[in-house]
């Protein structure tokens, strides 16, 4: 679907950003790919590798409404990734998460609109679910607006829906990299925030591809939500550094102990497809009437039962020592 088309990624120089457009360019011929960020050195790097003709770099910043509409110009699908996501930096400097996740949601729907964009996926995150730290509580903004803005573009052909998942494994910002940067610079332990913690994990290769096949997916509107395995943050460090002992250090601000991606309240609401859940949206669309038990791609829903949560703490999924070792070993440098 992506042959001959033009696509736009928001925070296109991040962890998700390159790879997104690595398997772009391996599975489709886009006729034009453009990365739209802020950091004109990340993007001085991106280019060294990603050089193809198709491949456009615009400087930007998902705040600035004007710059968005006016690079948007003939685009057919967006990817909005550009977010602040880390969650102490966010309690400490709340206004500046808004301006980026929330108003910067808002100016990508207004760009997308004007410009005619066939589909929008915007990223979101499981701490958008039931949210108690401020990034969690922006994100789920976002989600709101996202799945909104299909009755704002009413009969326009523009369509939003979201994808929601957990931590990405090795991505930047997250533990990985973290607890390997300690192991290689000698650390006698590893520090662990509580015992007990749970996370939701995903492969930056699952989520990539599962944003992919949402697009043909979506009519517009669903949080799409990957079934996926969860961890306990003990675990990974003992398959990281099996020979470090752990020191307890405490949750930080705006930490959960587990996350939730599915909450009891969205039970209701909620689509169970063989490799993921579908949130519908709880608003009625005034310019169609849509049934999103069955998918773009043909695949049939059922609904779930009424005291259904998905969480990571609840999850039949989980992986070992070994296999988060396995998995570790297969994480990009």
Known sequence: MFNGKSLFITGGTGSFGRNFIQRLLEQYQPKRVVVFSRDELKQYEMQQTFNAPCMR??????????????????????????????????????????????????????????????????????KAASPINLYGATKLLSDKLFVAANNIAGEQQTRFSVVRYGNVAGSRGSVVPFFSKLVAQGA???????????????????????????FARMHGGEIFVPKIPSIRVVDLAQAMAPALPHKLVGIRPGEKLHELM??????????????????????????????FA???????????????EYRSDTNPHFLDVGQISELHGELPA
């Open 57 to 126: 770099y615009f400087i930007g910043d998902v705040r600035d409404a004007e710059r968005l509409r006016v690079a948007m110009r003939g685009i057919d699908y967006v990817v909005h990734a550009a977010a602040l996501k880390q969650v102490p930096a966010a309690e400490y400097n709340p206004t500046e998460c808004i301006r980026t996740n929330v108003n910067g949601a808002e100016n990508v729907i207004a760009a997308a609109i004007d410009n005619g964009v066939k589909k929008v996926i915007a990223l979101s995150t499981d």
């Open 262 to 291: 599915v909450p009891l309240d969205d039970a209701r609401m909620t689509l169970e497809f063989e490799d993921h859940f579908t949130i519908q949206p709880s608003i009625r669309f005034t310019h169609t009437d849509l049934d």
């Open 188 to 214: 006698r332990e590893l520090p662990i925030t509580d015992a007990r913690m749970t996370r939701f994990w995903i492969t930056l290769d699952h989520g990539v591809q599962f944003v992919l096949d949402n």
């Open 294 to 308: 069955v998918d773009g791609l043909g695949e049939q829903g059922r609904a779930v039962s009424e005291d259904f």
